[in-house]
Every structure is written in C-alpha cells, then in structure tokens.
C-alpha cells in the first residue's frame, strides 16, 4: 500500500511540474517578445506594467499548482485510511 501512495504521488509531482515548466516556457517566450518590443514602443511603461502582470499571474499559477497537487494527496491519503 506505501508503494501504491508513493507511486501516485510521484506521478502526481511529476505530472505538475511538466506543467509548470511547460508554462514557464510560454511565459518566457512571452516575456523576451515584450523585451524586444520595449525599445519600439512609443509607451515603455506599458511594456513595463504588462511585464508585472504577467509576473503576478507567473505567481499565481504556481500557487494553484501547488494546490492542487496538496488537495490530491490530501484525497489520495483520505481515501486510503
């Protein structure tokens, strides 16, 4: 039974970080695209502040993937006693 958990649960991080670092990948990308933009824009501090949201919305989806993976194995482990 512990290596059923342990099985699931390291398919469940893995799963989540693939995730994580296929979107980091696209926010990435984006980011260097508005980078390159910065210096043709006629208003920089447009570049700058999309450069923050997109940062806090960065944050965010590493939160909700954090809790996600806690609230599966809160189930797994729930469902399992």
């Known amino acids: 039974m512990d290596e059923f958990i342990q099985s699931v ?3 469940t991080l893995a799963a989540t970080q693939q995730l994580i670092t296929c979107q980091m990948d696209k926010i990435l990308h984006e ?3 508005l980078l390159n933009m910065h210096d ?3 208003n920089p501090w447009l570049i700058d502040d999309i450069l923050k ?3 806090a ?3 965010n989806m ?3 993937a954090q809790y996600n993976v806690d609230q ?3 189930a797994l ?3 399992l006693l």
């Open 31 to 33: 980011k260097e695209k």
């Open 40 to 42: 043709r824009c006629p």
């Open 53 to 55: 949201r997109i940062g």
């Open 57 to 59: 919305r960065q944050v």
């Open 62 to 64: 590493i939160q909700r």
């Open 9 to 11: 649960a390291h398919r």
């Open 77 to 79: 482990s729930h469902a």
């Open 72 to 74: 599966r194995l809160k």
